[in-house]
């Protein structure tokens, strides 16, 4: 059971825009950082979002995320059949001294 | 460019040893930590521990204290993850990434490693 909390799916159609819930605590998302991860079937996971909405290189700006107070979301616009994934946030908790991971929310692109 | 290229699949029975390597390419080795996470078949990400590579120190989740270790060589730029009394719940493809600093992004990962557990 993760202590970081998603929707386990969510989908929509070509162009729409999803948003994705990470609901945490004080100890990890109200005190530090969320970074969002996506996992294609079979791959390894990518970074897509760090430091609260900083995108690396070659990550589209249809990817943001915000944070408020323990909760924060992903939300991708104008979905592309590509995006079609599992999504995963993560963050520190100061409590436990670790890195946690959300359940996953897997994403479909109609 | 930067690669994290780990070993190949293993296969242990219940109760054996597996020792991961991820060595890397590309970078600084010295300058990142390596932090390991797994997954279990249809399951999410689970962090496991890190390494600070340049000093050696770790950390664990608390669930594997005592069961996994950390180690690196920095002559070979090679990271080492080793679980130790394999249960059939082991399962998993086993990461490695690096983070710059203890805490931060995984911005770049291993391809995975698949150790099953034969009973």
């Known amino acids: 059971q993760s202590v970081l909390t998603q929707p386990p799916s969510t989908s929509g159609t070509p162009g729409q825009r999803v948003t994705i819930s990470c609901s945490g605590a004080?100890?990890?998302?109200?005190?530090?950082?969320v970074y969002w991860y996506q996992q294609v079937s079979g791959r390894a996971p990518k970074l897509v979002i760090y430091?609260?909405?900083q995108r690396p290189s070659g990550v589209p700006d249809r990817f943001s995320a915000s944070k408020s107070g323990t909760s924060a979301s992903l939300a991708i616009s104008g979905l592309r059949s590509e995006d079609e994934a599992d999504y995963y946030c993560?963050?520190?908790?100061?409590?436990?001294?670790?890195?946690?991971f959300g359940g996953g929310t897997k994403v479909t692109v109609l | 460019q930067v690669q994290l290229v780990q070993s190949g699949a293993e296969v242990k029975r219940s109760g054996a040893s597996v020792k991961v390597s991820c060595k890397a390419y590309?970078?600084?080795?010295?300058?990142?930590?390596i932090h390991w996470v797994r997954q279990a078949p249809g399951q999410g990400l689970e962090w496991m521990g890190f390494?600070?590579?340049?000093?050696?120190?770790?950390n664990y989740a608390q669930k594997f204290q005592g069961r996994v270790t950390l180690t690196r060589d920095t002559s070979t730029t090679t990271a080492y993850m080793e679980v130790r009394g394999l249960r059939s719940d082991d399962m998993a493809v086993y990461y490695c990434?690096?983070?710059?600093?203890?805490?931060?992004?995984?911005?770049?990962w291993g391809q995975g490693t698949l150790v099953t557990v034969a009973s």
């Open positions: 993560a963050s520190w908790d100061n409590s436990l001294s670790g890195l946690l």
């Open positions: 590309g970078y600084t080795f010295t300058d990142f930590y």
């Open positions: 390494i600070n590579t340049d000093r050696g120190g770790t």
């Open positions: 990434a690096r983070v710059f600093g203890p805490v931060g992004e995984l911005d770049y």
């Open positions: 430091r609260g909405n």
């Open positions: 004080t100890s990890n998302i109200g005190s530090n950082f």
